[in-house]
């Protein structure tokens, strides 16, 4: 079928790591996760933590990826174990060359996998003052972003929720988006989690056209839980509307896990989703009855 949006379903992106349609699909194997999101008709996958795979084995999911036609979705910069690590966070060299080798890293796998996007996330200083902390986050960041560009690659920023994430540079929107304005490079720019944004700053459509001219990525999750669209409070009906009203041509990330596990639910979740989309698909600017 076709989508209204780009949608990504992950293939792993914490601890544990398991697929988001592991029971659809009855396999940990990568490569048999693209084939099935290719026969349902999604644009990409999320391979957010491919770091943890080695080299050949980022290969061969990159090439399934490009086989079948999709795109590679966010690749974390880092490994999980090190997301909150302060280096972004600290006016050092000794920072910037722990940075660069984490780039140079997340760089090759993304190229293996054909990503065009790395997420970047940091830690903070846990008695130090935020505000300098920012500061350093944006000039490592300008360090950072010319070398992104020349990769053709972008550095995503994005806001965690503080109460299942504390300690981190991040966790409002409007933080988020002064780092990038105060960057101000077209290789810095956001990712839109609605989870976490609908967790620390609600009216998750507001913060979104704050946001707009600054999203690179949207990501889908539910709150309390980071479980699929319709198991909590996120109006998806409204931010999957917006995205269409506004022609939004990125992936949407599917990265969130089940309320409860199994084949039952993940097919459950799909049919949400298309109901979601179709939706989304009745306020296109094209739609004969749109608004």
């Known amino acids: 079928m076709s989508w209204t949006q780009r949608y990504a379903p992950h293939l792993g992106y914490r601890p544990p790591f398991d697929p988001l349609f592991s029971a659809l699909v009855s396999s940990d194997d990568p490569v048999a996760h693209v084939a099935f999101a290719a026969e349902q008709g999604f644009a990409g996958v999320l391979c957010a933590a491919a770091r943890r795979w080695g080299a050949r084995e980022q290969e061969r999911v990159g090439q399934a990826i490009a086989q079948r036609g999709l795109?590679?979705?966010?690749?974390?910069?880092?490994?999980?174990?090190?997301?909150?690590?302060?280096?972004?966070a600290t006016d050092s060299e000794d920072a910037r060359r722990w940075i660069a080798d984490e780039l140079a890293q997340a760089m090759a796998t993304a190229q293996?996998?054909?990503?065009?996007?790395?997420?970047?996330?940091?830690?903070?200083?846990p008695f130090r003052p935020i505000g300098p902390q920012r500061e350093a986050f944006a000039q490592n960041l300008r360090f950072a972003a010319d070398r992104a560009a020349r990769e053709g690659l972008v550095l995503c920023l994005e806001t965690l929720?503080?109460?299942?994430?504390?300690?981190?540079?991040?966790?409002?929107?409007?933080?988020?988006?002064?780092?990038?304005?105060?960057?101000?490079?077209?290789?810095?720019?956001?990712?839109?989690?609605?989870?976490?944004?609908?967790?620390?700053?609600?009216?998750?459509?507001?913060?979104?056209?704050?946001?707009?001219?600054?999203?690179?990525?949207?990501?889908?999750?539910?709150?309390?839980?980071?479980?699929?669209?319709?198991?909590?409070?996120?109006?998806?009906?409204?931010v999957l509307s917006m995205l269409t009203q506004r022609a939004y041509p990125g992936l949407?990330?599917?990265?969130?896990?089940?309320?409860?596990?199994?084949?039952?639910?993940?097919?459950?979740?799909?049919?949400?989703?298309?109901?979601?989309?179709?939706?989304?698909?009745?306020?296109?600017?094209?739609?004969?009855?749109?608004?």
């Open 71 to 88: 795109q590679a979705g966010c690749v974390l910069y880092t490994s999980f174990d090190q997301l909150k690590n302060p280096s972004w």
């Open 112 to 125: 293996r996998l054909g990503a065009r996007q790395l997420a970047v996330l940091g830690g903070a200083h």
């Open 161 to 238: 929720n503080s109460h299942a994430v504390p300690g981190m540079l991040l966790h409002h929107m409007p933080d988020a988006l002064a780092v990038v304005q105060a960057v101000d490079h077209p290789a810095v720019r956001l990712i839109f989690d609605t989870a976490h944004v609908q967790a620390m700053d609600g009216e998750l459509l507001h913060a979104m056209d704050q946001a707009w001219a600054h999203i690179e990525i949207v990501q889908l999750a539910d709150c309390p839980g980071r479980v699929e669209p319709g198991a909590g409070q996120v109006d998806f009906a409204g």
């Open 252 to 291: 949407v990330e599917l990265e969130h896990g089940w309320a409860q596990a199994g084949a039952l639910s993940e097919q459950r979740g799909l049919e949400t989703l298309r109901r979601l989309d179709a939706i989304a698909a009745s306020h296109s600017p094209l739609h004969g009855d749109a608004p």
